[in-house]
Structures are given as structure tokens and as C-alpha cells.
């Protein structure tokens, strides 16, 4: 079994991880890639055969690991080359986006599974599930048993895997967003210290989170704009309010200067960078 990577960034080096621990060959191709890239594939133990056409010619499954702005013009490329194994799109996309890659693949009469990752990237056993939904699940699954990625199929078809990622997402991540907007609004409006001094004693989980949550969201703000797109459009598609996300959106396309930052600020130097954003 041969399954090509698209592509391997931090979380999908460690997707691709999961299949080499189960004895799988995986390939990838380097053209155009950083030489971060380079260096993870070759640690983890992918194969390069260069180009994208390479992956389709000999990869049953292929599998997709990209931003997810990028998703469907990754899955219309690869299906252009005649690809008819099995693709799982496994980013943050709406169920709706999902639904329509399905009908990409259809069209050159390949198999669809629908994939949502869950956690940080896989190098700990119990930290991380992806979520599979489509008939040829099962089949995918099998390639992923011995790694530390937990890997759970369920039921619903395409979109299935993506609705759970965004509504699971909706959360952690948009609510992220509101709590640096909160930081700010207090510290603009000259409360910043009574708001701390009231969580300390109504809501603590939010001190530590302010430090430490909000400095691991700076330095992915850049990717989490269009995931909270993505959310908003989920919540739109189902006839349900969608200004929340779209504002976390905004919120995160503020921060994303923090991109490669390794100690980006959290709580109030966080909050004063929004506001000079404004």
C-alpha cells in the first residue's frame, strides 16, 4: 500500500507518521516546498518522487493536509492528473466544501472519505483523533492502527467528519478569539484590572488561559482565519448565526504577523496589539 502526502507541514507529517508506524509506504513531492518540509518528510521517513503527477501515478490513497483555503484547488489539481484511488481530505473545512470536493472525486470515479483532525500533531499517543466518514472509511483506517494517531470512523457520509471538526472548533478556537476581543475591550474601555481582579475570584480558568491559550493562538492566527471562515459558512449552511466566527475571523487576520513567532504575548500585551490593529 502506498499512500501519497499532501502535504507534510507539522500536522500532516505527523498524519503521514501514523501510516509509516502501520508499515505503509508514503510519498510526497518536494517541488515547490520549503526546505522545513524537506526536513520533516525525511525525518519521519516519506519517500520524495518530486512531482504531484508522481503521487497520483502511484499512490492508491492520497491524502490531504493543507490550509484549508487551499482545499479544494489541492483536490481539483490532483483529480485533474486522472486520480480514481481513494482521497481523504482531512482539513478544516465546512461540510459543505467537503460535499463538493466529493463531487470532484466522483467525477473521475474515485472514492471519497471525509477526514477532521482533532488535537495538536500526532507525536503522543492520546492526544490526537482523526475522524473518518464515508463508506470507504473503514479501508483507510486500517493503514493508520499502529501509530500514535487515533483514528475513528463515523457514520454520515461526506461532510459528517467536517461538521464534527467544525463544531468542535466553533469552540476552542472561536472562543480564543472572544477572549482576546475581551482583553481589549476592557483594557480600551480602562477596566482591564477590575475585569482580572473579578476573574480571579469568579473565573480563574480565564487568568491562565489569557497567558497561556491566547499566546499559542497569536502564533496560529495565521491559519485559523479561514478555518473560522469555514465555521461561519457551517453555521450559515444550516440557517444559524454566523457573525461570531466571522468576527474571530477578523480577530485572527489582526494577529497573523505573529506567524513563526515562538514567544508571541498573551493576555494584556496581546490585547494591546489588537487595539493598535483597530
Not at 1 to 13: A, D, Q, R
Not at 43 to 48: L, P, Q, R, V
Not at 215 to 236: C, G, H, L, N, P
Amino acid at each position: 500500500m502506498t499512500i501519497g502526502l499532501l502535504h507534510p507541514g507539522e500536522m500532516g507529517s505527523s498524519i503521514g507518521a501514523g501510516a509509516r508506524a502501520s508499515a505503509v509506504r508514503v510519498i510526497w513531492a518536494s517541488d515547490e516546498r520549503s526546505d522545513a518540509t524537506c526536513t520533516r518528510a525525511e525525518a519521519d521517513g516519506f519517500e520524495d518522487v518530486a512531482w504531484l503527477n508522481a503521487i497520483v501515478n502511484q499512490s492508491q490513497i492520497i491524502v490531504s493536509v493543507c490550509p484549508p483555503e487551499f482545499a479544494t484547488e489541492v483536490a481539483s489539481e490532483v483529480h485533474a492528473l486522472g486520480f480514481r484511488g481513494t482521497y481523504v481530505d482531512a482539513n478544516a473545512i465546512a461540510p459543505m466544501t467537503s460535499r463538493d470536493i466529493a463531487q470532484i472525486v466522483a467525477r473521475n470515479g474515485g472514492n471519497y472519505v471525509d477526514g477532521g483532525i482533532i488535537g495538536p500533531p500526532a507525536r503522543q499517543l492520546g492526544t490526537t483523533r482523526m475522524y473518518l466518514s464515508g463508506d470507504s472509511a473503514p479501508f483507510v483506517s486500517q493503514f493508520f492502527d499502529k501509530g500514535d494517531l487515533e483514528v475513528i470512523c463515523i457514520d454520515g457520509g461526506a461532510g459528517a467528519a467536517s461538521a464534527l471538526k467544525m463544531a468542535y472548533a466553533a469552540w476552542t478556537k472561536g472562543t480564543s478569539a472572544l477572549l482576546a476581543n475581551i482583553h481589549a475591550l476592557a483594557l480600551a474601555e480602562g477596566v482591564h484590572d477590575d475585569l482580572m481582579n473579578e476573574w480571579r475570584q469568579s473565573q480563574i480558568e480565564l487568568i491562565k488561559r489569557s497567558d497561556e491559550g491566547l499566546s499559542s493562538a497569536a502564533m496560529k492566527a495565521w491559519r485559523f482565519v479561514a478555518e473560522m471562515d469555514e465555521i461561519a459558512s457551517t453555521f450559515e449552511g444550516n440557517g444559524l448565526p454566523d457573525g461570531f466566527h466571522t468576527a474571530a475571523a477578523d480577530v485572527y487576520r489582526r494577529l497573523a504577523d505573529f506567524k513563526g513567532h515562538s514567544n508571541a504575548p498573551g493576555g494584556v500585551e496581546l490585547a494591546q496589539y489588537l487595539l493598535r490593529r483597530s
